[in-house]
């Protein structure tokens, strides 16, 4: 029974530490970068498109459809170093707890 009350203290600290992270990620910004730095997305730390940045050299006729696919290879390079830094502030969080591998938090 001690076991599980140190357990419940454990899980209520990071439920409390659990809210802080997401507001620190919520202010934390990502670069993605595709086509060698020609296009560029921002997102917020909770996915968001801040911005997009593209050189001009690609605002041709026909090259709409590359631009297309580097805006969307731009975004996913900024979502995949979000997820990490996610993934990272995680296990940082949930260090010393009994939580099976692979669950993902928060649930």
Known sequence: MKDIMGMMGKIKDMQAKMERMQEEVAAVECEG???GGMV???LSGKGQMLGVSIDPSMFK???VEILED???AAHN???GKVEAM????TKELTAGLPI???M???F
Not at 86 to 89: D, G, L, T
């Open 40 to 42: 560029t997305v921002r």
């Open 86 to 89: 996610m993934a990272e502030r």
């Open 100 to 102: 099976p591998p692979g």
């Open 61 to 63: 006729e026909d090259d």
């Open 33 to 35: 970068v595709s086509g």
């Open 70 to 72: 580097l805006i969307v």
């Open 77 to 79: 390079d900024a979502k």
């Open 104 to 106: 993902k938090l928060p």
